[in-house]
């Protein structure tokens, strides 16, 4: 990257396609330098009903005012798919751990049966916990992730033309059952968890395929585009989504598409910050093989920015379920003792 980026670039979703239904060139240039470039970018224009995303938020912030002890009734620690509800200050991001509290849910399936020795990930289909008492949260977050899932696809579909693919060039890996990933978020002012210090999340980069992130207005979320020393902020827009690509498509692509480090700065202390993340990922089999770019692009494919003690896999189970295994430690002791750490 000769000049270092300094913004997010916005793109609008419902200006994509044109008249005829293909996307138009003006979006998939943009498109395509967000993803190389930057590897995040903001969209509006994604199909929201008017207010859906700030409902979203306020019944989040609704559920995280009840009592601890309802909370603690969906303890992710009873959950070998490691849904439900994440205590303040136990999940870990490069071992220190997150000034955060989350409920992690996904699709609602039954867990597989006779699950193979070699494939553990497969465990990670299963149940959801929800408050029994506060169904509203529940009906807002899926109805939030079903809406996500058509803008993950859609803009999966734009990147695969962006990089010279067929428009359904992803479609099979997502075919059937995708392991998609929601998070409901609270993160907590800096000092109220010891040894967080002002690490809302630390840095790392997303597992899977298509990131979309809904933020409240208090911002800290940081990026770190490949090449530049300096972090950009990605401030709240009202009515954006933040977009960024996972690890999924840098290994496919052999780096063209990069899985930007990022992270997020907890909020000033006695401040709130909420947000729902989702993650658009493919079925737990699902192994994603590399792409053929166009001889321009390949030329630019920075390769895959491995780090030895946290390599990416090309098979999604493999990678997520190595990532849940760190992040949530208790959790993978319970149920994952002859992998856990």
Do not use: C
């Not at 000769?2 to 998939?28: E, H, N, Q, Y």
């Amino acid at each position: 990257m000769s000049t270092a980026r300094t913004s997010i670039p916005v793109l609008d979703l419902s200006t994509a396609r044109g008249a005829d239904g293909s996307f138009t060139p003006d979006f998939l240039e943009a498109l395509r330098d967000a993803s190389h470039n930057v590897g995040f970018f903001q969209i509006t224009g994604y199909g929201a009903r008017p207010g859906q995303d700030q409902e979203l938020l306020d019944t989040v912030a609704e559920f995280f005012r009840l009592p601890l002890e309802d909370r603690l009734a969906l303890d992710n620690r009873s959950s070998a798919q490691f849904r439900g509800y994440t205590r303040l200050g136990t999940e870990v991001t490069r071992g220190r751990a997150d000034a955060r509290e989350q409920i992690d849910y996904g699709p609602e399936r039954a867990p597989l049966e006779d699950v193979p020795a070699e494939k553990p990930y497969l465990r990670l289909q299963g149940p959801n916990q929800w408050p029994a008492a506060f169904p509203d949260l529940e009906k807002a977050a899926m109805e939030w992730a079903e809406l996500m899932s058509t803008v993950g696809a859609e803009l999966l579909r734009g990147i695969s033309v962006a990089i010279g693919l067929p428009e359904d060039h992803f479609d099979e890996p997502f075919a059937g059952t995708p392991a998609w990933m929601g998070k409901l978020v609270h993160y907590v002012g800096t000092g109220v968890v010891p040894g967080a210090g002002d690490q809302g999340v630390g840095l790392h980069a997303d597992y899977g395929f298509v990131t979309l992130l809904l933020q409240d207005q208090v911002g800290g979320l940081e990026v770190k585009p490949y090449g530049q020393d300096e972090w950009i902020d990605v401030p709240p827009t009202p009515g954006a989504l933040v977009v960024n690509l996972g690890e999924m498509l840098e290994v496919a692509t052999d780096g063209y598409l990069m899985a930007t480090i990022h992270r997020v700065i907890a909020p000033p202390a006695g401040v709130d910050r909420y947000s729902v993340p989702f993650f658009w990922s493919p079925r737990l089999d699902a192994v994603i093989d590399k792409v053929e770019l166009p001889a321009e692009l390949a030329a630019a494919a920075r390769g895959v920015s491995d780090d030895p003690d946290n390599p990416m896999l090309a098979s999604y189970g493999q990678n997520v379920l190595k990532g849940w295994l760190r992040a949530h430690p208790e959790t993978a002791r319970i149920h994952y003792p002859d992998l856990a750490g």
